[in-house]
């Protein structure tokens, strides 16, 4: 049996990716009227430069695991850097960043969704009715209209569809045995030299106070990989990533000290909803987990979205490791 750390560390851990994510979104705000893609290639630059330094002095270095691995990181690269940029977009645009945030964090009920057309899994009545709460909660948020007032939202939204498409390759990644470092690492180089161009010929001068924040968005972003790298090498992601959604506390507390932020009482009430169905989820799994360990003859339910996939020999449950990587934080 695979041996677990400490899952009050991997909480601690978690928080401290919350608040790293919630920190860059911060600081991409605070960074001010720049065009979106200078914003994605300070972000992803400082991730992809550390992580290639980790990658150099590992056993394997920059190896990957298989061929049929290839297809599946370029799929998730290609959909998460579509969700840091729409990510990016609300964040700039809505009118809190916690708003962001949560839009965002609607991930994992959307890998539910995507798990059945990629895995073939059958989810069960009460994860289609999470979904469809948390979908409600974030309509709170969004409140649709017919106008272009509700684009920044709608990004936001999406950001979050995006982010669930990746987590669900990240999980194909490690079903097929690839290192959790080397999804990391090939997600931030791809994002980077993709964003190199559109930076180059979109380049706007910075001051330094707006080129401090860009590289400090980018060293927040990467606390909040490796934070959260660490969290889930502690425990199973069904034990713990309910409390990733303290990114939507901080970054609520950040906006309202920082940049005078106070969302409105619609945008509380989703963010309720959406946090309620996350809790409900999570209390699910752990009643499920608890009873199959309580009964050794009961075969082990179906898992979902969130099941542990196996990783390889040396490098147990590295999916685990690289659900760090919200697109959109």
């Given at each position: ?49 550390i992580?290639?330094?980790v ?5 394997e ?22 969700g ?7 964040i ?11 839009l ?9 969704l ?9 989810p ?27 684009l ?9 569809a ?9 999980r194909?990644?490690?079903i ?10 090939f ?30 968005s ?8 490796f ?9 199973p ?10 990114q ?7 906006g ?25 989820k999570?209390?699910?799994?752990l ?14 339910p179906?898992?979902?979205a969130?099941?542990?996939p196996?990783?390889?020999a ?5 999916d ?10």
């Open positions: 049996m695979e041996k677990r750390g400490s899952k009050g560390l991997g909480i601690l851990f978690i928080l401290g990716a919350a608040a790293g994510f919630a920190g860059m979104n911060l600081f991409v705000n605070l960074a001010g009227a720049l065009p979106t893609m200078q914003k994605v290639f300070f972000r992803n630059l400082f991730a992809a430069f992580v290639f330094f990658l150099l002095f590992s056993k270095k920059f190896k990957i695991h298989s061929k049929g691995c290839i297809p599946w990181l370029l799929l998730r690269s290609l959909l998460g850097f579509f840091v940029i729409l990510n990016f977009y609300a700039d645009r809505l009118g809190s960043i916690s708003d962001a945030s949560i965002n964090k609607l991930s994992p009920f959307f890998a539910v995507f798990s059945v057309f990629l895995l073939k899994e059958k069960r009545i009460w994860e289609i009715l999470l979904v469809l709460v948390a979908f409600g909660g974030a309509m709170c948020v969004v409140r649709p209209s017919f106008d272009l007032q509700v920044p939202a709608l990004s936001g939204f999406l950001s979050g995006c982010a669930g498409f990746a987590y669900t390759c990240v194909i990644l490690g097929k045995g690839e290192r959790g470092m080397m999804t990391v690492f997600f931030s180089a791809f994002s980077t030299l993709v964003a190199l161009p559109f930076f180059i010929a979109g380049y706007t001068p910075m001051t330094g106070l707006q080129l401090l924040y860009l590289v400090l980018g060293v927040s972003a990467t606390v909040g990989q934070c959260i790298t660490a969290a889930y090498r502690q425990a992601a069904k034990e713990i990533a309910v409390f990733d959604y303290a939507v506390l901080f970054a609520a507390v950040l309202y000290f920082v940049l005078d932020q106070i969302p409105d009482k619609w945008s509380f009430v989703g963010y309720a909803i959406i946090i309620a169905a996350a809790f409900a999570w209390a699910i799994h009643h499920e987990t608890k009873k199959a360990h309580s009964s050794p003859v009961s075969p082990q179906a898992e979902t969130e099941e542990e196996r990783g390889t040396e490098e147990p449950g590295a685990e490791k690289t659900q760090e990587i919200p697109p959109g934080g």
